[in-house]
């Protein structure tokens, strides 16, 4: 086999170093895993560092938590992330594996699948993962190619420099506190979109039928306690979801489940007939309606399936859970348990 191949095959623990070509004119156009358009220029305002890699690739995935602990911690100076997973297949089950992923991993910044021009930028690309990292402007800086321990350290020196904070060789009390501050400090989320629970956000509405023809609002749950779910009926955890959410309104008479499918046909019939035959198969007794990418929308950096909100009697938002677990679930139970909730 080709050394080269072997290479991008493995994923990449390290290689020596070296001055790599700078990047000019960077671009791409693509849709993240929530939905969202976006472009280089989403991302000119701030300090980014995008990061080629694959789920089959140990040093990718050994870098992925040390890239969610700098996210959590930078983001507000204005720091951000864009990843391009490049899988095997590429289709519709490459989607579904990096949403997983991403659930597992608690993955927030942006995700998107790669596509061969974007890698095809970098000159000499050799291997993943290969960390892109660009000033403000997104003057290209950096290339770095494959992971190992200490690498984040070096990262994170540069993420200080290129946002002028201080000197790379932080202190661990300097540490501490950028985890402190990240932990309190509010994402800045539109009005009219759901982000976390005491993010404050404001406006979160909306209006349609539900499968029985039958309008629902969400101004009109008011005084009961509201999970909305974003859900589907056909993928791997649509039967879960839907064994859970049924299970939670048997045990909970108080509590108002509504769940929104994104369904893969726009035809209104053919969503219909879909959401009626998974309604029959599932013995489902709570709402169901039929939604898309435009609803997903309203949930800020909406990245996995299910994605579940619970809201209080006045319609604020309590918990948010993204995918299905056992700890997601026995969150949500714990929650509903809460004085005051699901009664």
């Known amino acids: 086999m080709h050394v080269r191949l072997f290479v991008l095959m493995l994923g990449l623990a390290a290689l020596p170093a070296q001055e790599p070509a700078k990047l000019t004119n960077f671009a791409f156009s693509c849709r993240t895993l929530g939905g969202q358009a976006i472009t ?3 991302f000119k305002d701030n300090v980014l560092i995008v990061d080629l890699w694959g789920t089959w690739c140990p040093p990718c995935r050994a870098a992925i938590p ?3 602990d700098l996210y959590e911690r930078y ?4 720091v951000e992330i864009m990843g391009f997973n490049y899988q095997a297949d590429g289709g519709g089950e490459a989607v579904e594996t990096v949403r997983e992923f991403a659930v597992g991993n608690r993955i927030t910044y942006s995700l998107a699948i790669g596509e061969a ?6 000159p000499g690309f050799s291997g993943y993962p290969t960390l892109l990292l660009f000033k403000k402007g997104l003057v290209h800086d950096e290339t770095r190619v494959g992971f190992q321990d200490g690498d984040e350290d070096q990262i994170e020196g540069w993420i200080r420099k290129a946002l002028e904070l201080d000197k790379p060789d932080t202190t661990q009390k300097q ?5 402190e501050k990240a932990a309190v400090a509010k994402e800045q ?3 009219g979109k759901i982000f976390m629970p005491g993010n404050g956000d404001t406006g979160f509405d909306f209006e349609t039928e539900d499968l029985d023809g039958k309008p629902v609002a969400f101004k009109a749950m008011r005084g009961k306690p509201v999970l909305l779910a974003l859900t589907t009926t056909w993928d791997q955890e649509a039967g879960r979801t839907a064994a859970l959410l049924e299970g939670l309104r048997k045990d909970h008479a108080g509590l108002q489940i509504v769940a929104a499918c994104m369904e893969r046909t726009r035809d209104p019939g053919k969503r219909r007939e879909a959401l009626t035959a998974f309604r029959s198969e599932q013995k489902i007794g709570y709402t169901l309606f ?10 800020h950096l909406f990245a996995a399936l299910p994605t579940l909100l619970l809201f209080d009697a006045e319609g604020k ?13 026995g969150r949500l139970r714990q929650r509903l348990q809460a004085p005051g909730q699901g009664k």
């Open 40 to 42: 280089q220029d989403t």
């Open 66 to 68: 040390k890239l969610v």
């Open 75 to 78: 983001k507000h100076h204005g």
């Open 117 to 122: 021009a974007v890698r095809d930028q970098v």
């Open 175 to 179: 540490r501490d506190d950028d985890k």
């Open 189 to 191: 989320v539109p009005d």
């Open 290 to 299: 039929a939604a898309d990418l435009a609803f997903s929308s309203k949930v």
């Open 317 to 329: 938002l309590i918990a948010r859970e993204s995918g299905l677990s056992e700890e997601t679930a």
